[in-house]
């Protein structure tokens, strides 16, 4: 059974920077598996934000967060990284980790980011 707890989150100015983690316990992911960081904003639905393949480290980010965001991963420790500079208001949300496709079973509480002046 995987479990991802998602941390990282909080308050910040626009402009500012954060850098969320997803630690995933239960399973090692195989060499297949892409990993996702999905947000969802008030009164929106959730999408995907970010993902990256386990094995060769390839990553695809959504237009709105290119050259802002940059996703990661440490193979060994299990986790995935994501780290959001040049913050906007509109990036304000809850954001996830999941694998990509997501699975329904793997949604965790996610972590809170809220980007305000």
């Known amino acids: 059974q995987v479990q991802l707890v998602e941390s990282g989150g909080g308050l910040v100015q626009p402009g500012g920077s954060l850098r969320l983690s997803c630690a995933a316990s239960g399973r090692t992911f195989s060499s297949n598996y892409a990993m996702g960081w999905f947000r969802q904003a008030p009164g929106k639905e959730r999408e995907l934000v970010a993902f990256i393949m386990w094995s060769s480290g390839g990553t695809y980010h959504t237009d709105s967060v290119k050259g802002r965001f940059t996703i990661s991963r440490d193979n060994a420790k299990n986790a995935v990284y994501l780290q959001m500079n040049s913050l906007k208001v509109e990036d304000t949300g809850v954001y996830y980790c999941?694998?990509?496709?997501?699975?329904?079973?793997?949604w965790g509480k996610g972590t809170l980011v809220t980007v305000s002046s």
């Open positions: 999941n694998s990509n496709p997501p699975r329904s079973e793997f």
